[in-house]
């Protein structure tokens, strides 16, 4: 199973934090891959705590993402 995960850096304190949307659980690190690794052992917590089960339950079928390069102001102008 594929999971999709959301890394969102953060430009004040720097480094990341990785979450899988609809799963409450929350990975940190100065680089991608601690938040990622992070995020793995808050899904194991949640995992014993509330059951796989309700883990599975909560996952969506995989989006398509795509990230676009667009001026927000340019389209309000039309």
């Known amino acids: 199973m594929s ?3 959301e890394l969102i850096p953060d430009p004040d304190e720097g480094g990341f ?3 899988v949307p ?3 659980a929350y990975g940190e690190g100065e680089t991608e ?5 992070d995020l793995k052992e808050a899904l194991k917590a949640f995992i ?4 796989l089960d309700e883990a599975l339950s909560r996952v ?3 989006a398509l993402v795509q990230e676009l390069d667009l001026d927000l102001a340019e389209i309000a102008r039309g």
């Open 48 to 51: 014993e705590v509330a059951g």
């Open 33 to 37: 891959d601690e938040a990622i690794a």
């Open 60 to 62: 969506r079928p995989r």
């Open 17 to 19: 934090t990785a979450c």
């Open 3 to 5: 999971l999709t995960i």
């Open 22 to 24: 609809d799963i409450p």
